[in-house]
């Protein structure tokens, strides 16, 4: 039962990943990683395959929570650093899960600190 849940959840994420690549010109990808107890985003270059920001809920400067406020401070977090870096227009990945609860949180607050998406 879990393996064909993973098998599902690798396939959601591949097709979303693949409309991406169609879609996407010279844009970095706002890539989202959600976990039952920690969310993590990181900006991806994926024409030199290196990260450009990351930030996780891990980190000792957010605490401890996988709630929506969590997702938010990461959301926020990984935008001031993109900015920082030199980007500003990115493509949301959200990995093949529902732009819903946590995942919706980090998106929005990424918007409000400055990535446009």
């Excluded at 920001?53 to 977090?77: I, P, Q, W, Y």
């Amino acid at each position: 039962m879990a393996d064909q849940k993973r098998t599902q959840q690798n396939s959601r994420a591949k097709r979303t990943r693949g409309k991406i690549s169609r879609v996407s010109t010279d844009r970095p990808r706002l890539s989202v990683f959600r976990s039952s107890k920690n969310i993590s985003a990181q900006i991806i270059d994926d024409k030199e395959g290196k990260t450009i920001a990351a930030a996780t809920s891990l980190e000792k400067e957010f605490g401890k929570g996988s709630d929506k406020d969590a997702a938010a401070k990461v959301g926020k977090t990984l935008a001031e650093r993109a900015v920082k870096a030199g980007v500003k227009d990115v493509v949301f990945d959200r990995g093949g899960y529902m732009y819903h609860g946590r995942v919706k949180a980090l998106a929005e607050a990424a918007r409000e600190a400055g990535l446009k998406f």
